[in-house]
């Protein structure tokens, strides 16, 4: 059974960073593609960085250029570097896992993952 678990987030005032992490437990294929989705009350969950077996990433534009997505094989858990943060990036905060094929698109898609974690809430205040 894969378990993916969040950590690291909180509250943190407009312009400031976070980093987040994704411990994962359980087999799993071991080029598999990780993604970062966000949901905030009311909107559809959002793709927003995600990172292949390879190393390749792709970014939501409204965080490309201030996040950074990346893995630690080692230590099999994948991070979201969050830097200028704004308080439109307030959202509970998901990553994700599958195992198949991905590309740059379906990277931020997130009908293609087949493992979630519980989240973890990010504010930004103004």
């Known amino acids: 059974q894969v378990q993916l678990v969040e950590s690291g987030g909180g509250s943190v005032q407009a312009g400031g960073s976070l980093r987040l992490s994704c411990a994962r437990s359980?087999?799993?294929?071991?080029?598999?593609?990780r993604g970062w989705f966000r949901q905030a009350p009311g909107k559809e969950r959002e793709g927003v960085a995600g990172?292949?077996?390879?190393?390749?990433?792709s970014y939501s534009d409204s965080v490309k250029g201030r996040f950074t997505i990346s893995k630690d094989n080692a230590k099999d858990t994948l991070y979201l570097e969050m830097n200028s943060l704004k308080p439109e990036d307030s959202a509970m905060y998901y990553c994700a896992a599958m195992e198949r094929d991905c590309s740059r698109v379906t990277l931020l898609v997130d009908a293609f993952y087949a493992y979630w974690g519980q989240g973890t809430q990010v504010t930004v205040s103004s």
């Open positions: 359980g087999y799993l294929y071991s080029t598999y593609c």
């Open positions: 990172i292949d077996g390879d190393g390749i990433t």
